[in-house]
């Protein structure tokens, strides 16, 4: 599966923003999908989950009542709606798919920038 991620910019503290994760090249609702971030000197670090099955979700605890992530199946499109950002949250994002434990497809990300 190729996934391409869009949606992110420049924003102040407290705006909200959308990042989208496109999917192409295999049946989308195969995959349990998850966002990720990196931010400059950091590792990478989960933020978001949401399953194939019944579309349930998980949430690292830095985001957790302020972000929401999506899935349109039929669009074959993972949303993660950010609100309330913080200058904390300026990363590169990447979404990702996996088919059992590990995520072993990557978007390209998209960066994040939340000014103070």
């Known amino acids: 599966v190729q996934l391409q991620a869009s949606g992110g910019g420049l924003v102040q503290a407290g705006d909200s923003l959308r990042l989208s994760c496109a999917a192409s090249g295999r049946t989308f609702s195969i995959y349990d999908m998850g966002w990720f971030r990196q931010a400059p000197g950091k590792e990478r670090e989960f933020v978001a989950r949401i399953t194939r099955s019944d579309g349930s979700t998980n949430y690292a605890d830095s985001v957790k009542g302020r972000f929401t992530i999506s899935r349109d199946n039929a669009k074959t499109t993972v949303y993660l709606q950010m609100n309330s950002l913080k200058p904390e949250d300026t990363a590169v994002y990447y979404c990702?798919?996996?088919?059992?434990?590990?995520?072993?497809?990557w978007g390209q990300g998209t960066l994040v920038t939340v000014s103070s």
């Open positions: 990702a798919a996996r088919e059992t434990t590990r995520y072993n497809f």
